[in-house]
């Protein structure tokens, strides 16, 4: 079943439960994907695969975390709460992420892979991660993890 099935059956299922808060996390990202949709038509797209959904819902929950800890600095814990409320439900979508041990690990292999030796080559492991992990690393967190194994 595609992702955009599961949203549409999760809606309804949301709606039929009464479950407000996630029935208007599901209706936003609908709206997020017909935006997309939208956007890619210019090159001929009518409708975005997969792999774009995942980026979609991957901006969706970092601009959500953001806005978190801007609530969580000026101390309104009722936003944070209805913030974190749509992370979980977005990240649902999206595969598991690697856990702390198997990040270190993609790192070392990529490390290895490209024969990197310092800060210099950090572009090509962080391409090298991409290309390999996009879908189940946090790039933004595995950049200083890869930084620090290379000496900087």
């Known amino acids: ?8 059956e999760q809606l309804k299922a949301a709606m039929r439960a009464g479950d407000a808060p996630r029935v208007s996390t599901l209706r936003m990202i609908l709206a997020k994907l017909k935006d997309t949709d939208i956007a890619a038509r210019p090159s001929g797209v009518q409708q975005v695969a997969d792999e774009q959904i995942g980026a979609m819902l991957r901006g969706m929950a970092k601009s959500r975390r953001e806005s978190a800890d801007l609530y969580r600095q000026g101390n309104r814990p009722d936003l944070v709460a209805k913030e974190e409320a749509e992370i979980a439900v977005i990240e649902s979508f999206l595969p598991r992420q690697l856990d702390e041990a198997a990040t270190a690990r993609a790192v070392d292999e990529a490390i290895a892979e490209t024969g990197a030796g310092s800060l210099k080559d950090m572009g ?27 000496g900087g």
């Open 124 to 150: 090509r492991v962080m391409a090298a991660l991409k290309a390999r992990h996009v879908a189940t690393l946090d790039m933004a967190r595995v950049g200083p993890l890869v930084r620090a194994k290379l």
């Open 1 to 8: 079943m595609s992702l955009r099935d599961q949203f549409t």
